[in-house]
């Protein structure tokens, strides 16, 4: 009872890192604009040769309506694509063997475990995808010719999907870390259950962000490419690296799922149409974005420019891995690690629980977490940056995710950093005048 009122608390700070009319309105904004994005990128993308200067005219010309009369209907094509997608990666989750794997103390002391199996489910699904197309079993080109209608099953499904998390917060948790902030719109965006599982075992963070988001991320970048060969006979380089830098991310981030456990998705934002809308949405449309524009511009580089890319597009992904695990590694040897070859600098930080325990943790101060106190971020938008720069600069559409991320990852520092001061308090003053940028070395 204690733990639920301190947690709903909490839960109320949350929603308040901005001033509350921004937050109300970046919420209320958020809610109604996102869907129809969705549908408007890819309309302008694969029926609008990816100008945003067509589409604007289309608009301009037929107004609401023709907009109303360019959103696809779900079909039942669509439904049965998602479904079958949805049921194999849940087996693969369920099923698979892997590692048991412990997360982080939870803010009211839970430490929820994980399977350790997505390297696996990664390998099963792409071969399998693959051998389907090779076999002539199914043709990935399918998904791309009802990829409107996917999108728009995918919007309304995690709509309701999303309902059912606020119903399941509100009757049934799964474990004491959830809490309504009082506000219904507040607990629908953000979320109410931090670990909700169905059963014991089936995480539904899991499954959103990472089997089903991450994942479509990668079988969608393949098809891109397949559609591409089956139109044109071959692949263009520009394709190429495009699709290479993302299965480079993409397997990064399986091979450092666990890792991905610890981070502020899983461990600190909870589940709602924040983080699991835009994982089972946003990610299948708007990350995959440079690829979809790519499929109908065979952009051809030319090998030494094509390489330079892809070896940029590489070392930045594996800084953003380095540094992630850097963090990790720190915390995981209790400070002992080396960093860059020397003991870390550290500050021993305290913090108090929601259960008004008191406990430390180890804030890192040098290595990439001596530069700027979210230098991950950098390599992060540069790899964004590289794997859609093989598209050249005939229109804007494809950088939209670059730059979208880069809005996103600047505005989650200061969250964090928001979150931090809260927490570690006079430690996180300490840690700031030590490292006094924010993302960027010198700059901000
Ligand atoms: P992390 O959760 O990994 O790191 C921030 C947390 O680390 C803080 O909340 C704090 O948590 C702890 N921390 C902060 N400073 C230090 C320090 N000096 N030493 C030790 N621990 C510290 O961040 P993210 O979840 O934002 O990022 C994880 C990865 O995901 C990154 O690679 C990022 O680029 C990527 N990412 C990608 C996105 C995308 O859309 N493509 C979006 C967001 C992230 P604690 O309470 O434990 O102290």
Redesign the pocket.
């Known amino acids: 009872m204690v733990a639920a009122k301190a947690e709903a608390e909490s839960m109320k700070k949350k929603e308040l890192v901005h001033s509350p009319i921004l937050t109300y309105f970046s919420v209320i904004t958020l809610l109604s604009t996102c869907p129809p994005f969705v549908i408007l990128l890819w309309y302008t993308m694969v029926h609008q040769d990816g100008s945003i200067l067509n589409a604007f005219n289309y608009l301009k010309e037929h107004g609401i309506e023709g907009f109303v009369n360019i959103w696809p209907r779900p079909t039942a094509v669509a439904w049965k694509i998602i479904a079958c997608y949805a049921l194999f990666e849940a087996a693969l989750q369920l099923w698979l063997p892997g590692k048991r794997v412990e997360g ?1 103390i939870s803010p009211t002391g839970n430490k929820p475990v994980y399977k350790a199996n997505g390297v696996l489910a990664y390998v099963v699904t792409l071969v399998t995808y693959v051998s389907l197309w090779w076999f002539g079993i199914f043709n990935p080109t399918v998904v791309y010719n009802h990829l409107g209608e996917i999108y728009s099953a995918l919007i309304f499904g995690s709509l309701v999907f999303c309902v059912f998390l606020y119903i399941k917060g509100h009757v049934a948790p799964s474990s004491t870390d959830s809490g309504s902030s009082g506000n219904i719109i507040f607990d629908f965006y953000w979320g109410m259950e931090l670990y909700p599982r169905i059963g014991k075992n089936f995480d539904i963070k899991v499954f959103t962000n990472c089997r089903f988001g991450m994942m479509s991320w990668a079988v969608l970048a393949v098809t891109y490419c397949i559609k591409q060969y089956e139109t044109n006979g071959k692949v263009a380089d520009s394709m190429l690296v495009n699709t290479v830098l993302m299965l480079v991310y993409i397997t990064k981030f399986f091979w450092w799922e666990a ?2 456990w ?4 899983i ?2 934002d909870r589940a709602g149409f924040y983080i699991c809308w835009g994982c089972l949405v946003w ?1 299948p449309s708007i ?1 995959t974005s440079p690829g979809m524009y790519l499929v109908n511009h065979p952009v051809n580089l030319g090998p030494q420019l094509a390489i330079s890319i892809l070896i940029a597009g590489i070392l930045c992904i594996y800084i ?2 380095d ?2 695990r850097q ?1 990790q590694e ?2 995981r040897t209790n400070g002992k690690a080396l960093v860059w070859g020397k003991a870390p600098s ?2 021993v ?1 305290s913090y108090t629980t929601t259960k008004a325990e008191t406990k430390t ?5 040098s290595g990439w ?1 001596g530069l700027s ?2 230098f ?2 950098v ?2 938008i540069m790899a ?1 940056f590289f794997w859609t720069v093989p598209a050249l600069f005939d229109n804007f559409l494809p950088y939209f995710y670059f730059v979208f ?1 880069t809005i ?2 600047f505005d ?2 200061k969250r ?1 950093d928001d ?2 001061r809260s ?2 308090g006079k430690y996180w003053k300490t ?1 700031c005048s030590k ?1 006094p940028y924010r993302i960027i070395p010198g700059i901000y």
């Open positions: 982080p890792g991905y610890n981070t502020m998705d461990a600190h990610v990350y953003n891995y540094c992630d963090r720190f915390r550290k500050i930080a943790s180890l804030l890192l101060t977490w106190r979210h991950h971020y390599p992060e964004a991320l996103l990852l989650r520092a964090d979150r931090c927490k570690y840690y490292v």
